[in-house]
């Protein structure tokens, strides 16, 4: 019997509760009471987070709550290992930071998307922006009697857009990563957004000059229809799925 007590006392018990959207696995370790280490692992799925400052942010946060241990926080979740401490202090302090807990239910009134998602569609019209009036200025300035149509012109002006914009991502990524996967990161970034934009700004150009021109007076119409067009798509991607095109 003592031998049996031994071996249940050495055992590793693991238990898992799910609790609505919170998904808690908790471990209890057996042994004497001087060697019982009793530890819980939740998991939050939380909602309110778009960018590595509010992981940061929310890691502080629960870092100054006592008896908090490691912690794993990305966008959108956090992975707490606690000793004894309750639910609400937990929760207290994700809320306490401006996140929510759970899947959030989408709604168009966050103030911090929309700037964050400003943020990224800004960057996203100044690459696309290079390739595309840089071409249809090689063919205004330089190359005059290409003899290419308007929608030949404006074809390869988007396909260039979309590639200078792939690049200036790639060059802002290398302060955070190697080569291959800022390149790998900067391609799987939203081809719609990048597409729309694009769109937005060749047709407002051909509805105002009539052609592929760069005018003094088009340039800035088509800066603000490239901006306004995927910009609701951007915040929705944000909000919804804690995901940038940029």
């Not at 908790?26 to 778009?50: A, L, P, Q």
């Not at 690459?127 to 404006?154: E, H, K, P």
């Not at 390869?156 to 200036?168: F, H």
Request: aromatic share 8%.
């Amino acid at each position: 019997m003592d031998e049996i007590s031994d071996v249940s006392e050495s055992m590793k018990i693991s238990d898992s509760v799910v609790m609505g959207d919170v998904h808690q696995h908790i471990t209890v370790y057996g042994g004497s009471e001087n060697e019982t280490n009793g530890m819980e692992t939740v998991t939050y799925e939380v909602g309110g987070m778009s960018c590595q400052g509010c992981v940061t942010n929310l890691t502080n946060a629960l870092q100054k709550v006592e008896g908090v241990g490691r912690l794993e926080v990305e966008v959108g979740q956090a992975i707490i290992e606690h000793e004894g401490v309750s639910t609400d202090a937990l929760e207290a302090a994700i809320t306490g930071a401006g996140f929510s807990i759970g899947e959030p239910v989408f709604h168009w009134r966050d103030g911090s998307v929309w700037k964050q998602s400003a943020h990224n569609t800004k960057w996203c019209l100044i690459g696309c922006s290079i390739g595309d009036l840089g071409t249809i200025a090689y063919f205004q300035f330089v190359w005059t009697d290409s003899g290419w149509s308007t929608m030949a012109i404006m074809m390869l002006a988007i396909m260039n857009g979309l590639l200078t914009s792939i690049a200036l991502e790639t060059v802002i990524l290398l302060k955070q990563l190697p080569f291959q996967d800022a390149l790998r990161t900067a391609m799987g970034m939203s081809l719609i957004s990048m597409i729309a934009m694009e769109a937005a700004m060749n047709i407002t150009d051909v509805v105002l000059t009539g052609g592929a021109m760069l005018t003094p007076e088009v340039i800035i119409p088509m800066w603000i229809a490239g901006f306004l067009t995927p910009w609701p798509y951007n915040y929705w991607r944000l909000k919804k799925y804690g995901i940038s095109c940029h």
